[in-house]
T-cell receptor, first 110, second 114 residues
Framework: GIQVEQSPPDLILQEGANSTLRCNFS?????LQWFHQNPWGQLINLFY???GTKQNGRLSATTVATERYSLLYISSSQTTDSGVYFC????????????FGAGTQVVVTP | DSGVTQTPKHLITATGQRVTLRCSPR?????VYWYQQSLDQGLQFLIQ???????AKGNILERFSAQQFPDLHSELNLSSLELGDSALYFC?????????????FGPGTRLTVL
């Protein structure tokens, strides 16, 4: 099956800092999503982005499908950005089977 | 609020028992997915249903089974429970069965097996 690797595994930021999270995948995908799991365990949709670039407020994401990676960019981080960020992909041909990365644990300090 | 509901929120039971987790998808979504999140295994895809039929299977144990009913809600049945089944179980839904659409997750059911 497809391998999904996220880096870095852990990130500590001071409030106001910017950061970039990376998701590498080993095969072609027809679906890629970024999620934020907050400290209460809820999985919140950030982006549906199998290719291209999207922006939503302080967050933006870029997927370069031909090079098999996606980036999530957090600008002017806030303490509410703390949590785990997951990348999930659906491998081309493995319809409906989503593979999650191990996540990036982000802690934003005041 | 994603629009996906799951009940119960918490469940505590003993080894060897059987439990049922319930999920209602977002209005208009025909596809339902089940995931297990544990500390050692991360988020694992279990099974997917689309309009009442099983469409994809992941790392689902034989002791686990699921179904999707005509009203589109889904149930995940876990039997002969073991300590290692303690985890957060998520349901997600989407409009289409694969590709080209977003999944939305429910709040999860936290299962503790004692």
């Amino acid at each position: 099956g497809i391998q999904v690797e996220q880096s870095p595994p852990d990130l500590i930021l001071q409030e106001g800092a910017n950061s970039t999270l990376r998701c590498n995948f080993s095969d072609s995908v027809n679906n890629l999503q970024w999620f934020h799991q907050n400290p209460w365990g809820q999985l919140i949709n950030l982006f549906y982005i199998p290719s291209g670039t999207k922006q939503n407020g302080r967050l933006s994401a870029t997927t370069v499908a031909t090079e098999r990676y996606s980036l999530l960019y957090i600008s002017s981080s806030q303490t509410t950005d703390s949590g785990v960020y997951f990348c999930a992909v659906e491998q081309f041909g493995s319809w409906g089977k989503f593979q999650f990365g191990a996540g990036t644990q982000v802690v934003v300090t005041p | 609020d994603s629009g996906v509901t799951q009940t119960p929120k918490h469940l505590i039971t003993a080894t060897g028992q059987r439990v049922t987790l319930r999920c209602s998808p977002r209005s208009g979504d025909l596809s339902v997915y089940w995931y297990q999140q544990s500390l050692d295994q991360g988020l694992q895809f279990l099974i997917q249903y689309y309009n009442g039929e099983e469409r994809a299977k992941g790392n689902i144990l034989e002791r686990f089974s699921a179904q999707q009913f005509p009203d589109l809600h889904s149930e995940l049945n876990l039997s002969s429970l073991e300590l290692g089944d303690s985890a957060l179980y998520f349901c997600a839904s989407s409009v289409l069965p694969s590709g080209g659409n977003e999944q939305f997750f429910g709040p999860g059911t936290r299962l503790t097996v004692l």
